[in-house]
């Protein structure tokens, strides 16, 4: 232990803020109105302060993440009522007196504390258990109502708790890959990351001060929508805000069906991602397989390399071809998106015809023994076709509360309403749209679904759907039934993709095109989601815009080191002349990833390497920050073996020292492999 260590342990022990008993139990106390929780690893204080509660402390023995004189907020939980005289109120922590403290009696040590709400004659109660798990050392925080007669819960923030932003921290989120934000830098900034989509593709946040991590998170296994939320200013504010289900205000009672798990890790945010989310997410319906025992076809794992087609010009014809004569003919593939007749972004769910030269195209494809995937989407309708009036789509899309279709409009200025994926019609519609086109004149290899897995979910207040209005778990559902019959239906060697990866969908899909940004500035890509899902889940992609520059390099670095598969953009651009040198890049990467299957198809991805030696900083044109030139990512087989991949994405070369303490020189662009 280093001495400033060895200081604040002494004056938290003397203050009474830690225990030494060196027990692995775990301890609750209620003293006058304070009323603290501790287990080995971390300590969580409340205190009744003017009979409001506030959480005035979490920590362990190296750090402490709360200090009164730090915190902006009191309040721990805020709830949104309709009355039964149709009146909306709002109560929260902070507005009502603490009415009642008491021990858990249950197997789990925790507390309850519960608040009194009135509204006339109406009286209801507000209860909070925040228990701590022997197993897993975190603390679980629940919420539930007992409701007036007639009463609503409408939604909900919970829970909330501001921590200190220390000089040096990090938030980690979890949009796309998962992202890195440098709070030094940060002033005033809200994240809200409505899960699941591709801004938060998993359920967690991960506060970071060195190796000392706070980790927030929902164990929410049916992937109910939610928002979680990071306020960051003078401090950063974490909490968990849920537009309620009508399915949860039972009889005299509203309970926000998961908990929030709460816990202090002191080995870095990678190992509290994998001790404490992994193994949540591999008990989920959609983790429970590997990409191995999906029966995935073996032309998707083995592709190394993606190309983007365009329209049907000659110029692409020639592009495409030329693309096979320099990146060969094994393990590459295509993703079409401009075939249909039909302007882009308009005319959803009619794709049909293709473009008079889209069969020539696939001849192509097929004659050099690659595959082909045109795009749609699985998420809009067109208002203005005639199937929209014909099936009545009015009766099919979300409503919000206010009764209005949600409509969203892009560059084509199509009114593109979004789907309640609820409906059984629109389930009918994808399904037979997606036989169409795999098994009709043009025989496709696959069919690419835009927006399932990035789009956020939506609560929706149409209480004509098959589901309870608001929220819920009903967007998870209803997509997982409409691509459970698609899949069903599915000819064999036929692969599914969609845009982005949010976590609940992995198992419907064979494949992720990863195109999204996370939201802000002053942050870096992290891989969040291939230390959670890299056996389970084939991405590729990385950020989808690829101008010509040292941004390309890093891009599909990240996307080999990661797991993923390539992307070089579009064949017109990879092929033009101005990109021979990022070609002639890509290509060499392509060739050492058809050697890395044993690591990337069921292997798992275990964490960055950075190589010391001669690997200095980059500051790279249209990417968001500085990297070292080489990179470098740890990896197992699926039986075992280990290897540390490297990547010098510079035009220079560079000596660097290998995990065994050799040196090796890396050439500019080179790829190598050690084996352990």
Same mark, same amino acid.
């Given at each position: 232990?280093?001495?400033?260590?060895?200081?604040?342990?002494?004056?938290?022990?003397?203050?009474?803020?830690?225990?030494?008993?060196?027990?692995?139990?775990?301890?609750?106390?209620?003293?006058?109105?304070?009323?603290?929780?501790?287990?080995?690893?971390?300590?969580?204080?409340?205190?009744?302060?003017?009979?409001?509660?506030? /959480?005035?402390?979490?920590?362990?023995?190296?750090?402490?993440?709360?200090?009164?004189?730090?915190?902006?907020?009191?309040?721990?939980?805020?709830?949104?009522?309709?009355?039964?005289?149709?009146?909306?109120?709002?109560?929260?922590?902070?507005?009502?007196?603490?009415?009642?403290?008491?021990?858990?009696?249950?197997?789990?040590?925790?507390?309850?504390?519960?608040?009194?709400?009135?509204?006339?004659?109406?009286?209801?109660?507000?209860?909070?258990?925040?228990?701590?798990?022997?197993?897993?050392?975190?603390?679980?925080?629940?919420?539930?109502?007992?409701?007036?007669?007639?009463?609503?819960?409408?939604?909900?923030?919970?829970?909330?708790?501001?921590?200190?932003?220390?000089?040096?921290?990090?938030?980690?989120?979890?949009?796309?890959?998962?992202?890195?934000?440098?709070?030094?830098?940060?002033?005033?900034?809200?994240?809200?990351?409505?899960?699941?989509?591709?801004?938060?593709?998993?359920?967690?946040?991960?506060?970071?001060?060195?190796?000392?991590?706070?980790?927030?998170?929902?164990?929410?296994?049916?992937?109910?929508?939610?928002?979680?939320?990071?306020?960051?200013?003078?401090?950063?504010?974490?909490?968990?805000?849920?537009?309620?289900?009508?399915?949860?205000?039972?009889?005299?009672?509203?309970?926000?069906?998961?908990?929030?798990?709460?816990?202090?890790?002191?080995?870095?945010?990678?190992?509290?991602?994998?001790?404490?989310?992994?193994?949540?997410? !591999?008990?989920?319906?959609?983790?429970?397989?590997?990409?191995?025992?999906?029966?995935?076809?073996?032309?998707?794992?083995?592709?190394?390399?993606?190309?983007?087609?365009?329209?049907?010009?000659?110029?692409?014809?020639?592009?495409?071809?030329?693309?096979?004569?320099?990146?060969?003919?094994?393990?590459?593939?295509?993703?079409?998106?401009?075939?249909?007749?039909?302007?882009?972004?308009?005319?959803?769910?009619?794709?049909?015809?293709?473009?008079?030269?889209?069969?020539?195209?696939?001849?192509?494809?097929?004659?050099?023994?690659?595959?082909?995937?045109?795009?749609?989407?699985?998420?809009?309708?067109?208002?203005?076709?005639?199937?929209?009036?014909?099936?009545?789509? !009015?009766?099919?899309?979300? /409503?919000?509360?206010?009764?209005?279709?949600?409509?969203?409009?892009?560059?084509?200025?199509?009114?593109?309403?979004?789907?309640?994926?609820?409906?059984?019609?629109?389930?009918?519609?994808?399904?037979?749209?997606?036989?169409?086109?795999?098994?009709?004149?043009?025989?496709?290899?696959?069919?690419?679904?835009?927006?399932?897995?990035?789009?956020?979910?939506?609560?929706?207040?149409?209480?004509?759907?098959?589901?309870?209005?608001? #929220?819920?778990?009903?967007?998870?559902?209803?997509?997982?039934?409409?691509?459970?019959?698609?899949?069903?239906?599915?000819?064999?060697?036929?692969?599914?993709?969609?845009?982005?990866?949010?976590?609940?969908?992995?198992?419907?899909?064979?494949?992720?095109?990863?195109?999204?940004?996370?939201?802000?500035?002053?942050?870096?890509?992290?891989?969040?989601?291939?230390?959670?899902?890299?056996?389970?889940?084939?991405?590729?992609?990385?950020?989808?815009?690829?101008?010509?520059?040292?941004?390309?390099?890093?891009?599909?670095?990240?996307?080999?080191?990661?797991?993923?598969?390539?992307?070089?953009?579009?064949?017109?651009?990879?092929?033009?002349?101005?990109?021979?040198?990022?070609?002639?890049?890509?290509?060499?990467?392509?060739?050492?990833?058809?050697?890395?299957?044993?690591?990337?198809? #069921?292997?798992?991805?275990?964490?960055?390497?950075?190589?010391?030696?001669?690997?200095?900083?980059?500051?790279?044109?249209?990417?968001?920050?500085?990297?070292?030139?080489?990179?470098?990512?740890?990896?197992?087989?699926?039986?075992?073996?280990?290897?540390?991949?490297?990547?010098?994405?510079?035009?220079?070369?560079?000596?660097?020292?290998?995990?065994?303490?050799?040196?090796?020189?890396?050439?500019?662009?080179?790829?190598?492999?050690?084996?352990?």
């Amino acid at each position: 232990m280093n001495k400033s260590s060895l200081i604040l342990t002494l004056f938290l022990i003397v203050s009474g803020v830690v225990s030494v008993t060196g027990s692995n139990a775990s301890f609750v106390d209620i003293k006058a109105d304070t009323y603290t929780m501790q287990n080995n690893v971390m300590s969580i204080k409340f205190q009744k302060i003017n009979n409001k509660l506030k /959480l005035i402390n979490l920590y362990t023995d190296k750090k402490q993440w709360i200090t009164n004189e730090s915190v902006d907020t009191d309040l721990l939980w805020q709830l949104s009522f309709v009355s039964d005289k149709n009146r909306s109120l709002v109560f929260n922590s902070q507005m009502l007196n603490l009415k009642d403290v008491e021990m858990l009696n249950t197997d789990k040590k925790g507390l309850k504390f519960q608040w009194e709400f009135k509204s006339e004659a109406s009286v209801g109660y507000v209860n909070v258990t925040v228990g701590l798990d022997e197993k897993t050392k975190l603390s679980e925080w629940e919420l539930s109502v007992d409701l007036p007669e007639g009463w609503e819960v409408t939604d909900a923030i919970f829970p909330v708790i501001s921590v200190n932003k220390d000089k040096g921290a990090q938030l980690i989120t979890p949009s796309g890959w998962g992202a890195e934000y440098e709070l030094d830098n940060i002033s005033n900034l809200r994240l809200p990351l409505i899960y699941p989509s591709s801004r938060a593709t998993v359920q967690l946040y991960c506060m970071k001060d060195k190796d000392e991590v706070l980790y927030f998170s929902t164990h929410d296994k049916n992937a109910n929508t939610k928002t979680l939320s990071a306020r960051i200013g003078n401090n950063v504010e974490l909490s968990v805000e849920v537009p309620a289900s009508k399915g949860w205000n039972k009889t005299g009672k509203f309970n926000i069906p998961w908990k929030t798990s709460i816990g202090l890790h002191q080995k870095g945010w990678e190992n509290a991602v994998l001790d404490w989310y992994r193994p949540f997410a !591999l008990q989920t319906t959609w983790g429970k397989k590997t990409m191995l025992e999906k029966n995935t076809p073996k032309w998707m794992l083995e592709t190394d390399l993606w190309l983007h087609g365009g329209r049907d010009g000659n110029d692409e014809l020639d592009a495409l071809q030329r693309s096979f004569d320099f990146f060969g003919k094994e393990n590459i593939s295509y993703h079409w998106y401009y075939w249909s007749s039909k302007d882009f972004d308009t005319s959803y769910p009619e794709y049909l015809p293709a473009r008079a030269n889209y069969d020539k195209i696939v001849d192509i494809i097929h004659q050099n023994g690659s595959h082909v995937m045109p795009y749609t989407n699985g998420r809009l309708w067109d208002t203005t076709t005639v199937i929209y009036q014909e099936k009545k789509g !009015l009766n099919e899309v979300v /409503l919000k509360k206010n009764g209005q279709p949600y409509v969203e409009i892009y560059a084509s200025k199509a009114p593109n309403a979004v789907v309640c994926p609820s409906s059984k019609v629109w389930n009918d519609i994808v399904v037979k749209f997606t036989k169409d086109i795999l098994e009709g004149k043009i025989k496709n290899d696959a069919l690419y679904y835009d927006q399932v897995a990035s789009a956020r979910a939506l609560p929706c207040y149409n209480s004509e759907h098959n589901h309870p209005a608001g #929220g819920g778990d009903f967007w998870h559902y209803a997509n997982r039934d409409i691509f459970t019959n698609v899949r069903n239906q599915l000819q064999a060697n036929k692969v599914l993709a969609t845009e982005q990866n949010a976590e609940c969908f992995i198992d419907l899909f064979d494949l992720f095109l990863m195109g999204n940004r996370p939201m802000g500035k002053e942050w870096s890509p992290a891989p969040v989601f291939p230390l959670i899902y890299s056996d389970r889940a084939m991405l590729y992609g990385f950020y989808l815009h690829n101008p010509n520059d040292m941004s390309f390099r890093i891009k599909n670095a990240l996307t080999l080191l990661w797991g993923a598969q390539l992307n070089g953009g579009r064949s017109l651009f990879v092929m033009s002349a101005k990109v021979q040198e990022n070609a002639a890049f890509l290509r060499d990467m392509m060739e050492f990833r058809k050697k890395q299957h044993d690591l990337f198809v #069921g292997g798992r991805f275990l964490g960055e390497y950075t190589p010391e030696g001669d690997n200095p900083i980059l500051t790279i044109e249209s990417w968001v920050r500085p990297s070292q030139a080489v990179r470098g990512a740890k990896w197992q087989s699926a039986d075992g073996k280990k290897a540390t991949l490297l990547v010098n994405f510079d035009t220079a070369n560079h000596n660097i020292v290998l995990p065994n303490g050799k040196k090796v020189l890396l050439k500019a662009g080179q790829c190598y492999r050690f084996n352990h």
